[in-house]
C-alpha cells in the first residue's frame, strides 16, 4: 500500500473570511529508493511567510530541503527500506505518527523511536532504518538552516 494523505489547506476569499483552499488526497506522492515513500504537503520560501494569495507549491519537484525556506513532509518507511545515509543544511522536526523506525548517526549512536515520539536533528548525517514488521510513518518540517561548522570548518549537506 502506499502513502496516503489527506491534505487540507485554508486561505482566505476576497472578503478575507476564512476559506478551505485545498481538501484532497496528495497527488505529488513520489519513491526514490525501494520501500520509501514520500509526499510534500507544503513548502514555503523566505522569512517572514508571506501567507497572501493562493499558489499551491507542490506541484513542483522538491530537494530534500528548501533553501531560506520550509518542507513539510510526510514519509513512509516499510520494513526493510533501503536506508540513506545524509546531512541536510536544515533543523528538522520529526514526528512518528505510527509503527517504529531506528535513527542511525553515523558514529554508530542508535536511537529507537515509536509512534508518539519526537526528535530534532540539527545538520547531523543520520539514516533511517525500519527493522520492525509494521510500516513507521514520520511527519517532517524542515527548516532551512547555516551548515554546520565544526573545528572551524563547514559541514555541508550530503547525500
Keep these: 500500500m502506499s502513502l496516503q494523505i489527506r491534505r487540507v489547506v485554508t486561505g482566505h476569499n476576497a472578503k478575507g473570511k476564512a476559506i478551505v483552499e485545498v481538501d484532497e488526497s496528495a497527488k ?12 510534500v504537503v ?27 525556506g520550509t518542507v513539510f513532509r510526510v514519509v513512509r518507511y516499510e520494513p526493510g527500506a533501503t536506508p540513506r545515509n545524509h546531512r541536510t543544511d536544515s533543523i ?15 558514529d554508530g549512536v542508535v536511537a529507537h523511536l515509536k509512534a508518539g515520539d519526537v526528535l530534532v536533528q540539527r545538520g547531523t548525517i543520520h539514516s533511517w532504518v525500519n527493522r520492525g514488521k509494521e510500516v513507521c510513518i514520520i511527519a517532517f518540517v524542515l527548516i532551512s538552516a547555516k551548515p554546520v561548522t565544526a573545528a572551524g570548518k563547514p559541514l555541508h549537506a550530503v547525500g
Design 28 to 39: 505529488n506522492v513520489i519513491s526514490g529508493r525501494p520501500g520509501v515513500s514520500s509526499c
Design 42 to 68: 507544503w513548502s514555503t520560501k523566505g522569512f517572514p511567510v508571506d501567507n497572501d494569495g493562493f499558489n499551491d507549491p507542490t506541484s513542483g519537484s522538491f530537494k530534500t530541503t528548501v533553501e531560506s
Design 92 to 106: 528538522d522536526y520529526a514526528v512518528v505518527i505510527s509503527g517504529e523506525i531506528d535513527m542511525e548517526l553515523d
